[in-house]
Nanobody, 128 residues
């Protein structure tokens, strides 16, 4: 069983919204930086959003900026990815991961990061 658990995936029409959740069985993540990633068949994994648990600072990939929002609960035990205005190209398996604190220092962490734990992924399918 994967250390992290994602939920909230599903099928939606283009223009619709979904909210994904990431948690560690109700426990603290044990890391200060949480990232959302996605990987479509035949494509490389893409980092799309980061959040620093300490001050909730965030970074986004250009492909989702303005449409996706990463957030956390006050107790830091759950991280969300609110996805709006979904497009067919957003179809992918979405993963959350715990990352080193340094990964959350800049947007470069979306591509260059040190990961600790991953979830099993949740499928998001957007139909046009």
């Amino acid at each position: 069983q994967a250390p992290l658990a994602e939920s909230g995936g599903g099928s939606v029409q283009a223009g619709g919204s979904l909210t994904l959740s990431c948690s560690r069985s109700g426990n603290l993540f044990g890391a200060n930086c949480i990232g959302w990633f996605r990987q479509a068949p035949g494509k490389e994994r893409e980092g799309i959003a980061l959040i620093y648990i300490g001050d909730a600072s965030t970074f986004y990939a250009d492909s989702v900026k303005g449409r996706f929002t990463i957030s956390k609960t006050n107790d830091g035990r759950t991280v969300y990815l609110r996805m709006a205005d979904l497009k067919a190209e957003d179809t992918s398996v979405y993963y959350c991961a715990t990352l080193s604190a340094g990964s959350c220092l800049s947007p470069r962490g979306l591509r260059q990061y040190e990961s600790y734990e991953w979830g099993q992924g949740t499928q998001v399918t957007v139909s046009s």
